[in-house]
């Protein structure tokens, strides 16, 4: 990822991105070797920028109480540093999941969650987490780090859930079907379409007394709405 000249003049909430960029690159490396101080020069290359510019943040940094900094040594996150590195990096790889593997995206994913993670809010987050079935890996297999509980009201039977969560004879409505137009036209000709009531059962769905068997993958992309 290409990082602007820290001499560019640019808004603050773009200098908070930098920051999150930053913390969840520091997390990264205490997630490889939590006992190990960290370089500059290992953080410049990581984030392909300049030394000096590394080194800038870093104290920056360090000024916050995020990270403990010792010139020409290294660097460790603190108890602070560790929680918010650890929640930007849960943030992105939710946002893995939610690319891959809801919406099947076929670009960056890596470079689009590194975008999406700064949109999400803890209440947003929270709902995300609660919709993908709070995953414990990212597609790639890595984990998906998980600390103090958000402080958010969200309650599950208030959310959306992926069809793939809804428990064997529990009813609900779908609300969206997440894939492409010819395919979802096709499932409206067997009467899967949105609006519609249905019962989960151990193979599929029920509707209207009608049973149909459906693969985890496209389970993955229907979202429902419980029925009260």
């Keep these: 990822m290409k990082w602007a000249p820290q001499s560019m003049h640019v808004g603050s909430g773009h200098f908070q991105e930098f920051e999150d960029e930053y913390m969840e690159t520091l997390y990264e490396f205490w997630e490889l070797n939590p006992t190990a101080q960290i370089k500059t020069g290992e953080v410049a ?20 109480g995020l990270v403990d900094y010792e010139p020409y040594k290294g660097l460790r996150l603190t108890e602070p540093g560790l929680e918010f590195g650890r929640r930007m990096k849960k943030k992105h790889r939710l946002a893995e999941c939610f690319l891959i593997d809801i919406l099947n995206f076929q670009g960056d994913s890596h470079e689009t969650a590194c975008m999406l993670e700064h ?12 919709l993908l079935g709070k995953p414990t890996h990212n597609p790639d297999g890595k984990e998906i780090p998980r600390g103090d509980e958000l ?3 969200i309650s599950l039977s208030e959310s959306l859930v ?4 809804l428990e064997e004879g529990q009813k609900a409505s779908i609300y969206a079907i997440l894939i492409q137009q010819n395919d979802n036209l096709l499932l409206e000709e067997i009467g899967i379409k949105t609006g519609i009531s249905l019962e989960r059962t151990s193979k599929g769905i029920m509707i209207q007394k009608t049973e149909y068997q459906l693969a985890d ?12």
């Design 162 to 165: 992926l069809l793939k969560h």
């Design 45 to 64: 290359k990581a984030l392909d920028v300049a030394p000096s510019s590394a080194t800038e943040m870093v104290q920056r940094l360090a000024t916050k």
């Design 217 to 228: 993958e496209l389970m993955k992309r229907i979202l429902v709405k419980y029925d009260h």
């Design 119 to 130: 949109a999400l809010t803890d209440e947003l987050e929270e709902t995300l987490d609660l």
């Design 151 to 153: 402080d958010v009201n």
